[in-house]
C-alpha cells in the first residue's frame, strides 16, 4: 500500500495576505471536501490588522491553538503559545476581539468559513445559538500542558475530543528521545503540528512549525519521537477522506 503521508515545512512558505483583511496572513496547510481546511496564519496590526468586535457565529466549526504571541476573542480570556479553543457550529464569540502583539496561530474549520453577525448577543461570552453538540462541545483549554516544568514522562492531554467517533486534538509534551503512538489510525486521517522542539517521524526529521498530514490509509503507524530537548506535538484525528485508489 502506498504511504501518503504528506510534510508540509511551514518555514519554507511565504506568508499569503488575506483578501479583504489586512494584517491577516495566512499559509494554507491542507484542505478538505466541502470546503474544510487547516492554516496556520498570522495577525498584526502594525501591519493594518484591526481585531473584530461585533459578535458572530459560523455555521461550521472551528478550532484554534496559538502558537506565537497572545490573542483573544473578548479581551478577557487569552490565548497563549499551546492555547487552545474549540467553538462548534453556530458559537457565538468575538464580542471584543484583542491583540497584545503578534500572533500566529493554526486554524481548523469544518467547511467553508461564513460570517453571520449579532448585533445585540444575549451575554458577553461565547455561547450557542441553538444547542451544542452533546459529543462535541465549546472549550476553552489555557496551558492544557500544564505550568510546570516538562517532566520525564509523555504527557498526552486531550483538548476536544467528539466522545462517540473518537475525532478531535490533543496535545502531546515529549521528553527528549520518548515517542508518542498514533495508534494505528486506518479509521481516521491524522494531521499534526510540531509546536516547539523537533521531532523524527518515518525516518524524516521535523522542525518547529512543520506540519504533517497522514492519511487512515497509510501503509504503516509509526510513532513521533522527539529530538533533544523535546518537543511539544499538536496532533489531530479527523474523519477519514473516500480514497479509492
Known amino acids: 500500500m502506498i504511504d501518503r503521508t504528506v510534510i508540509v515545512r511551514t518555514a519554507d512558505m511565504e506568508w499569503a495576505p488575506v483578501p479583504n483583511a489586512p494584517g491577516l496572513f495566512t499559509k494554507l496547510l491542507r484542505t478538505r471536501p466541502g470546503g474544510g481546511r487547516t492554516a496556520l496564519q498570522r495577525i498584526d496590526t502594525n501591519e493594518g490588522y484591526m481585531p473584530p468586535t461585533r459578535a458572530h457565529f459560523h455555521n461550521v466549526y ?21 492555547d487552545y479553543v ?41 455561547y450557542a445559538v441553538g444547542r451544542y453538540p452533546e459529543t462535541r462541545p465549546l472549550v476553552y483549554a489555557p496551558q492544557p500542558l500544564g505550568s510546570e516544568q516538562r517532566g520525564s514522562g509523555v504527557k498526552a492531554v486531550p483538548l476536544s475530543v467528539d466522545a462517540a467517533s ?5 496535545v502531546v509534551e515529549l521528553p527528549a528521545g520518548a515517542g508518542y503512538d498514533l495508534g494505528g489510525h486506518h479509521d481516521a486521517d491524522v494531521e499534526f503540528f510540531v509546536v516547539a522542539g523537533a521531532v523524527t ?26 529530538a533533544a530537548g523535546g518537543a511539544v506535538v499538536y496532533v489531530t484525528f479527523l474523519p477519514k477522506e473516500d480514497d479509492d485508489a
Not at 166 to 170: A, L
Not at 205 to 214: A, H, I, N, P, Y
Open 62 to 82: 472551528e478550532e484554534i491553538m496559538c502558537v506565537k504571541g497572545a490573542m483573544s476573542f473578548d479581551s478577557v480570556m487569552w490565548l497563549e503559545p499551546v
Open 201 to 226: 517521524y518515518r525516518d524524516a526529521g521535523l522542525e518547529e512549525g512543520t506540519f504533517v498530514f497522514s492519511p487512515g490509509r497509510s501503509s504503516e503507524t509509526e510513532p513521533i519521537v522527539a
Open 86 to 126: 474549540y467553538h462548534p457550529p453556530r458559537t457565538v464569540h468575538g464580542f471584543m476581539s484583542a491583540l497584545k502583539e503578534e500572533a500566529w496561530f493554526l486554524s481548523r474549520v469544518g467547511g467553508t468559513l461564513d460570517f453571520n453577525y449579532i448585533d445585540e448577543p444575549l451575554a458577553r461570552e461565547a
Open 166 to 170: 473518537g475525532v478531535g486534538s490533543r
